[in-house]
């Protein structure tokens, strides 16, 4: 039977997997793009930056994506109901006290991020503290301790920081590829060589992408069951998921790398979202997370 400490676990081994194949991809990429410019110095260079961009993505992962979603600290004094929840659950999880942002944006969304439970951070935006009552709020914010509780938050900031590397070198290398350089192609193998760079350049993203979503769609279902027991009370966060889905419009700042982290999808609810195949969705659909909140009623 599954447990809080084997779901850790688990999310600690996903976050070396993750890191094991981010370094895979960019070795793979650095290796085809120094035989098509028959220059061995490309992939030193590429390994270099895979190993310190896993460093980076360790270390400073929470704090690139809280300067990505233009999150800000906020105090007790300014938001006092905010603070004492988040104080309150925190001493009922065993968790220490994490830091709290806010994000100026009307659209109701939160994420948390850090990489253990003693470097945590919640973050909200003002406009679910401004639609949620007392009770909405305690489930949201339940949802995000239990990320940290599940160290869920762990492999899912991480991968904002390497999904977004391998997407940026992809591009820098079909650039390269189309558009310039100093290939040799005369050479044996050079053409083939920069086909299955082209083509290594296109997949790799997606690769990287599918990764990120299929880690971010199971760990919802586990925070929502999670932030439940927490309070004991899962109509608290069925409510709140379905005042988010009411609103439905998108977060006025948005970036895909981290749109996984939120409880909820930033870019709305609308009929885009809906029509989104399943298969690239950050979030499991709102609609069957509030039913097995109720079912559990």
């Given at each position: 039977m599954a447990t809080l400490y084997t779901q850790q676990g688990q999310n600690i081994?996903?976050?070396?997997?993750?890191?094991?194949?981010?370094?895979?991809?960019?070795?793979g990429l650095g290796f085809v793009f120094g035989r098509i410019y028959n220059?061995?110095?490309?992939?030193?260079?590429?390994?270099?930056?895979?190993?310190v961009m896993n460093i980076v993505s360790y270390w400073y992962s929470d704090k690139i994506a809280l300067s990505m979603a233009h999150a800000k600290p906020a105090t007790r004094v300014q938001y006092f109901d905010f603070y004492t929840i988040v104080e309150n659950l925190a001493i009922t999880a065993g968790l220490p006290m994490p830091k709290i942002f806010v994000i100026e944006d009307p659209s109701p969304n939160a994420f948390a991020t850090?990489?253990?439970k003693n470097h945590a951070v919640v973050a909200v935006t003002t406009g679910l503290l401004s639609i949620m009552n007392k009770v909405e709020l305690e489930g949201v914010i339940a949802h995000e301790m239990s990320h940290?509780?599940?160290r869920d938050m762990l492999v899912s900031t991480v991968a904002v920081v390497l999904v977004g590397f391998v997407s940026i070198i992809s591009d820098m290398m079909?650039?390269?590829?189309?558009?310039?350089?100093?290939?040799?192609?005369?050479?044996?193998?050079?053409?083939?060589?920069?086909?299955?760079?082209i083509i290594l350049s296109?997949?790799?993203?997606?690769?990287?992408?599918?990764?990120?979503?299929?880690i971010s769609r199971k760990r919802e279902y586990l925070a929502d069951a999670s932030g439940a027991l927490l309070t004991r009370y899962p109509e608290g966060l069925a409510s709140a998921l379905e005042k988010i889905n009411q609103y439905g419009r998108p977060m006025k700042v948005q970036s895909t790398a981290i749109a996984h982290?939120?409880?909820?999808?930033p870019l709305?609810?609308?009929?885009?979202?809906k029509k989104a195949s399943n298969l690239f969705s950050t979030h499991p659909p709102i609609e069957d997370r509030i039913k097995k909140l109720r079912e559990s009623l």
């Amino acid at each position: 039977m599954a447990t809080l400490y084997t779901q850790q676990g688990q999310n600690i081994r996903k976050t070396w997997m993750l890191m094991s194949v981010f370094l895979i991809i960019v070795i793979g990429l650095g290796f085809v793009f120094g035989r098509i410019y028959n220059n061995p110095n490309i992939l030193y260079i590429f390994v270099a930056f895979s190993i310190v961009m896993n460093i980076v993505s360790y270390w400073y992962s929470d704090k690139i994506a809280l300067s990505m979603a233009h999150a800000k600290p906020a105090t007790r004094v300014q938001y006092f109901d905010f603070y004492t929840i988040v104080e309150n659950l925190a001493i009922t999880a065993g968790l220490p006290m994490p830091k709290i942002f806010v994000i100026e944006d009307p659209s109701p969304n939160a994420f948390a991020t850090g990489r253990d439970k003693n470097h945590a951070v919640v973050a909200v935006t003002t406009g679910l503290l401004s639609i949620m009552n007392k009770v909405e709020l305690e489930g949201v914010i339940a949802h995000e301790m239990s990320h940290i509780g599940n160290r869920d938050m762990l492999v899912s900031t991480v991968a904002v920081v390497l999904v977004g590397f391998v997407s940026i070198i992809s591009d820098m290398m079909i650039r390269m590829t189309m558009f310039g350089g100093n290939r040799d192609n005369d050479r044996e193998g050079g053409g083939i060589f920069m086909i299955v760079g082209i083509i290594l350049s296109i997949l790799a993203p997606i690769a990287a992408t599918l990764i990120q979503l299929s880690i971010s769609r199971k760990r919802e279902y586990l925070a929502d069951a999670s932030g439940a027991l927490l309070t004991r009370y899962p109509e608290g966060l069925a409510s709140a998921l379905e005042k988010i889905n009411q609103y439905g419009r998108p977060m006025k700042v948005q970036s895909t790398a981290i749109a996984h982290l939120y409880i909820a999808n930033p870019l709305g609810s609308g009929n885009f979202a809906k029509k989104a195949s399943n298969l690239f969705s950050t979030h499991p659909p709102i609609e069957d997370r509030i039913k097995k909140l109720r079912e559990s009623l």
